[in-house]
């Protein structure tokens, strides 16, 4: 059984004080949002349980949440979560090289982290660039658009030698 820690236990106190007391199951997206900050940028079954139950909402509630929107993570991620917009767009406009180009370069699969914990990828839908199709998210902080496999290799060299969101 994971136990929450105080901040966590904060950040959950602090989503349920906007909503009524018979309306705690709204306060999910956000809980579940700061406690995976806290958790180092990923949930799991445990982490969930123990939300849900803090909440005293039913289990399947939050699984619901965080198992639909891919803003949540279910495994770990690297120190720089690579967000690739797999939806129409993106791909009619080459989305598919850039994620062949980040596969061989970090020799990383989908859901993956690089050898050196620097990198994860992750496949998502739309996330609403799609007028500068291809693009990517770093973390939940950079969009990165019109994206070519050059600029995918600059930006992967730029991050690890430690260029700033
Ligand atoms: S389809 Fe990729 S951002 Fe909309």
Sequence with gaps: MT?????????????????????????IIGAL???????????DQFIIDAVADYM????????????????????????YQ???????????NGADTIIDTIKETLDVTPDGVSEDG???LKL?????HCDNAP?????????????TPEKVKMLLSELRGGAKL
């Excluded at 690579?82 to 009619?92: E, G």
């Design 124 to 128: 998502v839908s739309c996330l609403g």
């Design 135 to 147: 693009m990517l998210q770093v973390n939940d902080q950079r969009c990165v658009m019109k994206l």
């Design 56 to 79: 005293d909402i039913p289990r399947i509630a939050a699984y619901e949440v965080a198992t639909f929107y891919s803003m949540f993570n279910l495994s770990p991620t690297g120190q």
């Design 3 to 27: 136990a929450l820690t105080d901040p966590m236990k904060k950040i959950i106190d602090d989503e349920l004080s906007h909503y009524p007391a018979d309306k705690r199951q709204s306060a």
């Design 118 to 120: 620097l990198f994860s």
């Design 33 to 43: 949002m700061g406690v995976q900050r806290e958790h180092g940028g990923h949930l």
């Design 82 to 92: 690579l967000s690739v917009c797999a939806n129409i767009s993106c791909m009619l």
